[in-house]
């Protein structure tokens, strides 16, 4: 794991049981014009597609993984596996043993996206959305870093005026396996007047809150140094110990300055003056909000990436968005979003800096070179389908090595 966060990192032990495997090979470009560097560390990803767009998305993404690897000396042993909706027809439930133990048994995890209208009328543990829950479980991830940053390129795609949308760069951390999506009690029942009801329990316990506390901590301190505390304590118990827990934390971190602020204003504010905020921490329903609303600042969610993280072993990398079902197979998607997630996981999941900044560098050449997708199309660019534009940031990535030799 990255050091920046301090969260440890289980290392790469290769396995003879890697028979699904696929090891890296850098696309066969012709425009490929350097050198590759012979690989001195490997790495497994497994590569989880999963349904809609998912495995549109992903396709690039591993391309571009596979180009950067080839110029930074890494090798990379993908292993592609099923889940959310393409594992339930195949395998009759959304998270198959197989593909957990992959998961746990590779470096990072990088997976496209869940879900569609085919399994909506699917009872609860045969919903594809339920597959992702039990892998951020099996993985134990609990952290959720989701950045949203209003890119110049696209800053007229932003719904908010230019003036307001313009050098937005904020970092939302969510508490993601906690709260009341986990909480118990929870289901339904009949209350005194003989009425259905649906209850669920919001409960955080100290080492839940302290936990994503100090990863929120240590991204602020290597952000801009701000950090506001989101919470609900005039109303709700678990919020007023998340306040309290999280106030005392900040002693230990007097380079960090530390803010409170209820949900209702922070979901206001976000709206009303964004850049106020650099680093977000909250629970895991208010961060779900928060963070969707943050994203729509810069213009759209197919550009935003996201890494969740646990103390130890592999971190799940994915787009913020949907498996977009109406768009599916027909080369419409935005990738850039997954790559993005590639990046993150470059550097938050393997500590590889260096080629995390190529991929980042290339989507914003991209960019600059007029070229987008449907949903950030604006007159006089060039409108190009996925893998086109995953095209593109290869050739950026090629360009940009070119011009430094």
């Excluded at 470009?29 to 999963?50: E, H, I, K, Q």
Aim: proline share 5%; net charge negative; charged share 25%.
């Amino acid at each position: 794991m990255a050091a920046s966060l301090q969260l440890s990192f289980k290392p790469f032990k290769p396995s003879l049981q890697q028979a699904k495997s696929v090891s890296n090979t850098a696309p066969n470009f012709s425009r490929v014009r350097c050198s590759a560097v012979a690989p001195s560390r490997s790495y497994t990803v497994t590569l989880l597609p999963g349904d809609g767009i998912g495995p549109e998305v992903i396709s690039v993404a591993k391309n571009t993984l596979q180009l950067v690897a080839s110029l930074e000396g890494i090798e990379f042993k993908f292993k592609e596996m099923p889940v959310g909706g393409s594992a339930l027809d195949l395998t009759g439930v959304p998270l198959p043993e197989e593909t957990l133990s992959a998961a746990k048994d590779s470096d990072a995890v990088l997976l496209g996206a869940i879900g569609g209208y085919k399994w909506d009328n699917n009872e609860k543990h045969l919903k594809p959305e339920t597959g992702l829950l039990q892998l951020r479980a099996g993985l134990k991830v609990f952290a959720n870093l989701r950045p949203a940053t209003v890119l110049p390129q696209l800053v007229d795609a932003s719904t908010l005026k230019k003036e307001v949308a313009d050098g937005v760069d904020l970092m939302v951390v969510r508490e993601l396996t906690g709260g009341i999506y986990f909480g118990k009690p929870r289901g339904f029942s009949t209350n005194e007047n003989g009425e259905e009801i649906g209850f669920n329990t919001e409960v955080y316990a100290t080492h839940e809150i302290d936990r994503i506390a100090r990863v929120a901590f240590e991204t602020a301190k290597k952000r801009r140094g701000k950090l506001c505390s989101v919470d609900k304590a005039n109303v709700l118990e678990a919020s007023m110990l998340w306040r309290k827990r999280v106030t005392e934390l900040a002693s230990k971190y007097p380079d960090v300055e530390l803010s409170h602020m209820y949900v209702d204003n922070a979901a206001m504010q976000l709206v009303r003056n964004p850049k106020q905020f650099d680093t977000i921490v909250t629970n895991n329903i208010f961060g779900d909000i928060l963070s969707d609303e943050a994203s729509m600042i810069t213009g759209s969610i197919g550009m935003l990436p996201s890494a969740s993280l646990g103390e130890s072993g592999p971190g799940l990398f994915e787009p913020i968005h949907g498996s977009a079902p109406d768009i599916a197979g027909q080369d419409k998607a935005n990738p850039l979003a997954t790559v993005l997630s590639a990046a993150m996981l470059l550097k938050y999941g393997l500590g590889e800096e260096k080629a995390a900044q190529r991929i980042e560098a290339a989507v914003l050449d991209t960019l600059d070179r007029g070229y987008r997708t449907g949903d950030i199309y604006s007159a006089g660019l060039k409108l190009v389908g996925c893998k086109e534009m995953g095209e593109e940031v290869l050739k950026s990535i090629d360009s940009n090595v070119a011009a430094a030799l």
